[in-house]
């Protein structure tokens, strides 16, 4: 069964960083991409980032790219996002969420989520 | 960056009701385009993908149409645990976006 485990977040001071993670069981980890995707309270569903299964190819959506980096560590079948110079708009549950192969029709979907971890960024 | 807009907002419908949700892209995603539902205090689940092919562990009531730019999902008879939010996503290349969502509520 896939399980995704997120950590990491809390509350956070204006420009400030914070560095999630996810740890991942249930399925061959270095085989699949991995991706973050937000949700601000009572708001919707924000993408943020994704990596390949290699953690060679990374993508960032515009509000976050130079601020938030992606990374892997597939002998630790964990993913994390740093996340830096953080503002009150950053405020959010962030899920880790399984990508399907890349070669499959649901390609860039997100087949498996983890439970989130909230990030507030206040002063 | 394609824009996702879903209609209505708000669906008030009784248990036994069809349920009709729209999704209109900006822009062709051709096919490539997925359905979540959302209850409170969970994280989303992968309904729908390619526009029409159900993810594991949906009933046959869950389906999904349209290409282009117009999609369509329809449940055909309203289950209790069927009222939630449903956000559609294009996953034709990065960055993916999503719509705004349709909450189902009981009426």
């Known amino acids: 069964e896939v399980e995704l485990l997120e950590s990491g977040g809390g509350l956070v001071q204006p420009g400030g960083s914070l560095r999630l993670s996810c740890a991942a069981s249930g399925f061959t980890f270095s085989s699949y991409g991995m991706s973050w995707v937000r949700q601000a309270p009572g708001k919707g569903l924000e993408w943020v980032s994704a990596?390949?299964?290699?953690?060679?190819?990374?993508f960032y959506a515009d509000s976050v790219k130079g601020r938030f980096t992606i990374s892997r560590d597939n002998s630790r079948n964990s993913l994390y996002l740093q996340m830096s110079r953080l503002g009150a708009e950053d405020t959010a549950v962030y899920y880790c969420?399984?990508?399907?192969?890349?070669?499959?029709?649901?390609?860039?979907?997100?087949?498996?989520w983890g439970q989130g971890t909230l990030v507030t960024v206040s002063s | 960056e394609i824009v996702l807009t879903q209609s209505p907002a708000t669906l008030s419908l009784s248990p036994g009701e069809g349920a009709t949700l729209s999704c209109r892209a900006s822009?062709?995603?051709?096919?490539?385009l997925a359905w979540y539902q959302q209850k409170p205090g969970q994280a989303p689940r992968l309904l729908i993908y390619?526009?029409?092919y159900r993810a594991t562990g949906f009933p046959a009531r869950f389906s999904g149409s349209g290409s282009g730019t117009d999609f369509t999902l329809t449940i055909s008879s309203l289950e209790p645990e069927d009222f939630a939010v449903y956000y559609c996503q294009h996953h034709t290349s990065w960055p993916v976006t999503f719509g705004g969502g349709t909450k189902v509520e009981i009426k």
């Open positions: 990596i390949s299964n290699t953690g060679v190819d990374t």
């Open positions: 822009q062709s995603v051709s096919s490539s």
């Open positions: 390619a526009a029409s």
């Open positions: 969420a399984k990508l399907p192969p890349p070669s499959a029709n649901s390609g860039r979907t997100f087949e498996y």
